[in-house]
């Protein structure tokens, strides 16, 4: 086992030993017990992690029955440092930066010790190597979103010549549907939701048609759309935008009560996404030659000190792209 020898045995997190506001329950600990690394894993030091809905979600207890014991350091996107390898890792080795979702399945025992700590662990296959051109904070900010975005449109076959409208289009996810839609498969045209103060920026990602929804209604437009990707939970509405014969794919709602499901005549793909280091590495190129872009929120990043903060911030559904936080040393 490759190791760097000055790895402490206990580090600092954020952590919560019950379910709750996650504003609320999360503790600053500086005394948390390094984890250990299994044979395919590595242990990264922790540069900077970005916060995704699933974190306060999980904390409030909707993942209970299928969660990690308690008490939790949350954290599912990282990007970091090798420091540490087991014995069955081919692809990285001590010094590498990395980056990844550090959680295969989302919903299912995920680790206890996430990203929002000085030191995390992942497997091997959910990571890859940091884009040359992406700091760490720029990278954290891509995981979690950038795959969702990718697969959700693999699910839907989406391919080029199809047209798209993206629900949501300034959020983490959906800053990423309308670059991988248009630079990646083609689409013969992207539209997108946002508000006022958001529009310039969905048109600098590649949207054709930025649409305000706080003027107008989407599903009630002329033109419809071989895909709709709703990633903010419209539902419905989303069907009264898709052609006959299209398709919307929604983020499944991650937790809590699922919702009915959709009659088997209506086309919706709910979709959740497997952590796959493999797609950040077939996505790199797009990433470094500059052509799919990382929105980070103005506010990004927030110091290791202030994760409460930003949590409260991230609920408020403000925030533009992704919310960071960077480790204080």
Partial sequence: MATISSIPSHIKAWVYSEYG????????????????????????????????PIDFKRAFG?????????PTVPGYDVAGVVVRVGSEVKRF????????????HPLYNPKRIGSLAEYTVAEEKLLAHKPSNLSFIEAAAVPVAIITAYQGLESVEFSASKSILVLGGAGGVGTFVIQLAKHVFGASKVAATASTAKLELLRNLG???PIDYTKVKFEELPEKFDIVYDAVGEGEKALKAVKEGGKVVA???PLGSPPPAPPATLPVDLFLLTSDGAVLEKLQPYLESGKVKVV???KSPFPFSHTVEAFAYLKTNRAIGKVVIHQDS
Wanted: charged share 25%; hydrophobic share 40%; proline share 8%.
């Fill in 21 to 52: 506001n996650i504003e609320e329950i999360l503790k600053f600990d500086p005394n948390v017990a390094i984890p250990d690394i299994k044979d395919n894993q590595v242990l990264i030091k922790v540069v900077a992690a970005s916060l995704n």
């Fill in 62 to 70: 909707y993942l209970k029955n299928t969660d990690s014991p308690l």
């Fill in 93 to 104: 080795k001590v010094g590498d930066e990395v980056y990844g979702d550090i959680n295969e």
């Fill in 207 to 209: 949207a054709d048609s």
């Fill in 251 to 253: 983020i499944a709602p």
């Fill in 296 to 298: 980070l929120d103005p």
